[in-house]
């Protein structure tokens, strides 16, 4: 089984509407995050979390929001989605020492 | 950005070796992770180098010098599933810090 889970795997949305993705892990670790991953960009922060009651932005927060909802599980949210959204989306967690990201298997959103 | 620079492209042969660079800013330094990502997947943690020198992990080995900002990844004996991306990423503080990748392309 997979230690880090991310539904959906594949989502299509209009303009406007507003969409939650969701990561779940089984690796008992405390620090959770959010990436999106675009050509020629590659990976950039978007939210991280070091526990339940700690969440901070990262690189490229605007137009997203997030919710931890258990040390297993951190949701991102896009308030109203906008084709500049149109990424693969990368939740990840770590453990606090040395820090080695363990990533889900993506999502990848099309915003039309 | 973080200025985390690698190149963009590589091309190599199979059974060859290659070296992938990166080059970062040393400021707030605390650690440095080679990722590998094949094509439409996740990426998985290839090594850390954390003091100088060259760590070796099979055909895969990682160095570091701090002082220069400076690492590498080498790949030796080259496999045709070793085409991928291979992103750098700079541990500053809390936060990873990741590298735009190196696509490596393996010709027969």
């Known amino acids: 089984d997979a230690d880090v889970t991310q539904t959906p795997r594949n989502r299509i949305t209009k303009t406007g509407k507003r969409i939650m993705l969701e990561c779940s892990q089984t690796?008992?670790?405390?620090?959770m995050y959010w990436y999106r991953q675009d050509p020629g960009l590659g990976l950039r922060l978007i939210y991280y979390?070091?526990?339940?009651?700690?969440?901070n932005k990262g690189e490229i927060s605007d137009g997203y929001s997030v919710s931890r909802q258990a040390q297993a599980k951190f949701s991102l949210s896009l308030e109203s989605a906008i084709p500049n959204q149109t990424a693969l989306y990368f939740c990840?967690?770590?453990?606090?020492?040395?820090?080695?990201?363990?990533f889900g298997p993506g999502t990848r959103l099309l915003v039309l | 950005g973080q200025n985390i620079d690698q190149p963009t492209e590589m091309t190599a042969t199979e059974g060859a070796i290659v070296q992938i660079n990166c080059t970062y800013q040393?400021?707030?330094?605390?650690?440095l992770f080679w990722y590998q990502q094949h094509a439409g997947e996740a990426p998985t943690f290839l090594s850390y180098?954390?003091?100088?020198g060259l760590e070796e992990k099979g055909r895969f080995s990682s160095f570091l010098s701090r002082s220069k900002g400076y690492s590498y990844l080498l790949l030796k004996e080259l496999q045709m599933k070793d085409s991928a991306s291979y992103l750098c990423a700079v541990k500053r503080d809390d936060k990873i810090i990741f590298g735009k990748g190196t696509r490596l392309h393996i010709l027969p």
């Open positions: 040393t400021s707030g330094f605390n650690g």
């Open positions: 990840a967690t770590s453990d606090w020492a040395r820090g080695t990201q363990y």
């Open positions: 180098n954390v003091l100088d």
């Open positions: 979390s070091f526990d339940v009651k700690d969440i």
């Open positions: 690796k008992g670790h405390d620090r």
